[in-house]
């Protein structure tokens, strides 16, 4: 167990609709990063996020919004969903900068567009 | 913009040892990282290398070359349990952005 939680598993909609993914990092670390990973493909970076700020952008539709809480927990909000969202989507967390390096990941959310 | 290229599959027996290269490219390099992912679970973080040379963690090791922005991944004494995509990942570029690569899946043979 990673300590990253990830909800929902599993989500299922309908093209055109709108989601939320959220995450909470492991208890005390700073940073939250999102990634989308299709069928046989790598890991796509979406949005990194640092003590509740933007640090850095990935190519992230712009259908596709994300923020961090002052809890630190982070939701990715996924809207005008279209069949190629369908994907499993990674919340990954890291400490302080010194250990910053060291990406721990969630379980994943598996969303189908149908 | 930042880029990694891997192979796609590695193949390799039992017992044997394997290296999975990776080169990258990148403006403001900090760090080169590997992880492994077994099928449709969760990426977990295998090594980091900052400076050039060799980092070992037990049966896995990671080495860095700067210069040829070049680095690879050698597993020893492969077991069936190391069957698993692996992948490079560099931090660099103007907003520091963590980049995977494609990823390799290695499939150990008994």
């Known amino acids: 167990d990673s300590g990253v939680t990830q909800t929902p598993k599993h989500l299922i909609t309908a093209t055109g609709q709108r989601v939320t993914l959220r995450c909470s990092p492991r208890?005390?670390?700073?940073?939250v990063y999102w990634y989308q990973q299709s069928l046989d493909q790598g890991l796509q970076f979406l949005i990194q996020?640092?003590?509740?700020?933007?640090?850095a952008k990935g190519n992230i539709l712009e259908r596709f919004s994300a923020q961090q809480f002052p809890d630190l927990h982070s939701e990715l909000n996924l809207s005008s969903l279209e069949l190629g969202d369908s994907a499993l989507y990674f919340c990954?967390?890291?400490?302080?900068?010194?250990?910053?390096?060291?990406?721990?990941f969630g379980s994943g959310t598996q969303l189908s567009v149908l | 913009g930042q880029s990694l290229e891997q192979p796609s599959e590695v193949t390799a027996v039992e017992g044997a040892i394997v290296q999975i290269n990776c080169t990258y490219q990148t403006s403001g390099f900090y760090g080169l990282s590997w992880y492994q992912q077994h099928d449709g679970g969760a990426p977990t973080f295998l090594s980091y290398n900052a400076l050039d040379g060799l980092e070992e963690t037990g049966r896995f090791s990671s080495f860095l070359s700067r210069s040829d922005s070049y680095g690879y991944l050698l597993l020893q004494e492969l077991q069936m349990k190391d069957s698993a995509s692996y992948f490079c990942?560099?931090?660099?570029?103007?907003?520091?952005?963590?980049?995977f690569g494609t990823g390799t899946l290695l499939a150990v043979q008994p």
């Open positions: 208890s005390g670390d700073l940073s």
């Open positions: 990942a560099v931090r660099g570029g103007a907003t520091n952005k963590l980049i």
């Open positions: 990954a967390s890291s400490g302080p900068p010194r250990g910053s390096e060291k990406l721990f």
């Open positions: 996020y640092y003590n509740g700020e933007e640090r």
